[in-house]
T-cell receptor, first 111, second 112 residues
Framework: EDQVTQSPEALRLQEGESSSLNCSYT??????LFWYRQDPGKGPEFLFT???AGEEKEKERLKATLTKKESFLHITAPKPEDSATYLC????????????FGQGTELSVKP | EAQVTQNPRYLITVTGKKLTVTCSQN?????MSWYRQDPGLGLRQIYY???????DKGDVPEGYKVSRKEKRNFPLILESPSPNQTSLYFC???????????FGPGTRLTVT
């Protein structure tokens, strides 16, 4: 059964304190892995798509990486406005168009 | 403005009273999907559609129906709502399953 697990569930950082969020997945053939950001009461907002192991994508203070078993979202020198819940989702070859989300990591960045 | 719209945004109803939540996108996307989000359970896919007249079950389809008669619309139907369907619902669309999804603002449903 395809599974996605995110850790930690919650992360508190001081402004400027870099860290990483983890997304571990078990799928029978990865078609794509997606990262989204979700602010309270709003719909998720797309950040990155990764398709193959070794791939990396960057956007401002965020960098996403992918291996055959997990993905990391690295946050460099975070600011309070980076506070949000970060969601990981996977699409596998065997599941048609079904997308499986992890439970998310709630990030809080204090000034 | 490119967007996904959902209506209503908030709905309180009673058990057994049929309801429809509408979803519309103006980006000519082929792929559309419905999710529910519950505390501790994250986002779970209810149904998805890869094109007009093509729909498939997600992880939690029980108690829901969908239809895709037009490319831009993908309504979610609850024929006989129950309290365990109280949740925050999101509609999303994309150019295809391999591409990033654009989410609507959400519909908060309460079934008493």
């Amino acid at each position: 059964e395809d599974q996605v697990t995110q850790s930690p569930e919650a992360l508190r950082l001081q402004e400027g304190e870099s860290s990483s969020l983890n997304c571990s997945y078990t799928v029978s053939g990865l078609r794509g892995l997606f990262w989204y950001r979700q602010d309270p009461g709003k719909g998720p907002e797309f950040l990155f798509t990764l398709y193959s192991a070794g791939e990396e994508k960057e956007k401002e203070r965020l960098k996403a990486t992918l291996t055959k078993k997990e993905s990391f979202l690295h946050i460099t020198a975070p600011k309070p406005e980076d506070s949000a819940t970060y969601l990981c989702a996977v699409l596998s070859y065997n599941q048609g168009g079904k997308l499986i989300f992890g439970q998310g990591t709630e990030l809080s960045v204090k000034p | 403005e490119a967007q996904v719209t959902q209506n209503p945004r908030y709905l309180i109803t009673v058990t057994g009273k049929k309801l429809t939540v509408t979803c519309s996108q103006n980006m000519n996307h082929e792929y559309m999907s419905w999710y529910r989000q519950d505390p501790g359970l994250g986002l779970r896919q209810i149904y998805y559609s890869m094109n007009v007249e093509v729909t498939d079950k997600g992880d939690v389809p029980e108690g829901y129906k969908v239809s895709r008669k037009e490319k831009r619309n993908f309504p979610l139907i609850l024929e006989s709502p129950s309290p365990n369907q109280t949740s925050l619902y999101f509609c999303a669309s994309s150019f295809g399953r391999n591409y990033e999804q654009y989410f609507g603002p959400g519909t908060r449903l309460t079934v008493t």
